[in-house]
């Protein structure tokens, strides 16, 4: 049996057990920045998501979310980037997926520029071309692709979730856009 072969469903908590959880320990997490690219690979834009947050504020975000117990970085991406983007986005993640920042999330706002009132967690960041058609799953409501300069406006917006136009400054340095 391959790791990719694991029944994942016994790795999901219930609401009490991921909260009891939230509360001692840090959250590992992953993030995907998702571009579209030339033919010489040079990102020519950037994928945002339209959500309503928990609190009902529609704003801008990045792909995102948990690493379930016994799986691999690249499985998560892979999952959460459908899940948002849809089966037929077309991910291309490398062999050995690097990320180009790791963000630290505190519930402690001023910590760091990322703050997440329910837990501390830890993310690893990726940018990650986009090939396929994408239509918004789940409870995304849109998805945006933006240019760089338009992605530089937009990270430095109130639209965006709290920490992820953070984040996505850090990926648009990564591309050598500020």
Same mark, same amino acid.
Request: a negative charge; one cysteine or more.
């Given at each position: 049996?391959?790791? =990719?072969? +694991?029944?994942?469903?016994?790795?999901?908590?219930?609401?009490?057990?991921?909260?009891?959880?939230?509360?001692?320990?840090?959250?590992?997490? *992953?993030?995907? *920045?998702?571009?579209?690219?030339?033919?010489?690979? @040079? @990102?020519?834009?950037?994928?945002?998501? =339209?959500?309503?947050?928990?609190?009902?504020?529609? &704003? $801008?975000?990045?792909?995102?979310?948990?690493? !379930?117990?016994?799986?691999?970085?690249?499985?998560?991406?892979?999952?959460? +980037?459908?899940?948002?983007?849809?089966?037929? @986005? =077309?991910?291309?993640?490398?062999?050995?997926? &690097?990320?180009?920042?790791?963000?630290?999330?505190? /519930?402690?706002?001023? *910590?760091?520029?990322?703050?997440?009132?329910? %837990?501390?967690?830890?993310?690893?960041?990726?940018?990650?071309?986009?090939?396929?058609?994408? %239509?918004? &799953? %789940?409870?995304?409501?849109?998805?945006?692709? !933006?240019? $760089?300069?338009?992605?530089?406006?937009?990270?430095?917006?109130?639209?965006?979730? /709290?920490?992820?136009?953070?984040?996505?400054?850090?990926?648009?340095?990564?591309?050598?856009?500020?």
């Amino acid at each position: 049996m391959s790791p =990719l072969d +694991l029944d994942r469903s016994e790795s999901w908590l219930t609401r009490e057990e991921l909260d009891n959880a939230r509360e001692r320990l840090p959250i590992l997490g *992953v993030h995907a *920045v998702p571009v579209r690219v030339d033919s010489t690979g @040079a @990102a020519e834009s950037v994928g945002l998501l =339209l959500r309503a947050s928990d609190d009902g504020h529609i &704003q $801008r975000e990045l792909v995102g979310g948990r690493v !379930l117990y016994h799986e691999r970085i690249r499985d998560a991406l892979l999952r959460h +980037l459908e899940k948002d983007l849809g089966p037929m @986005a =077309l991910p291309r993640i490398p062999v050995s997926p &690097q990320p180009f920042t790791v963000a630290e999330w505190f /519930p402690t706002p001023g *910590v760091t520029p990322f703050h997440d009132p329910r %837990q501390h967690a830890v993310t690893l960041a990726f940018i990650v071309p986009i090939t396929g058609d994408c %239509q918004p &799953q %789940q409870d995304a409501l849109d998805l945006a692709w !933006l240019s $760089r300069d338009e992605a530089l406006v937009m990270a430095c917006s109130t639209d965006m979730a /709290p920490g992820h136009g953070a984040l996505l400054q850090q990926a648009l340095a990564h591309l050598g856009t500020l």
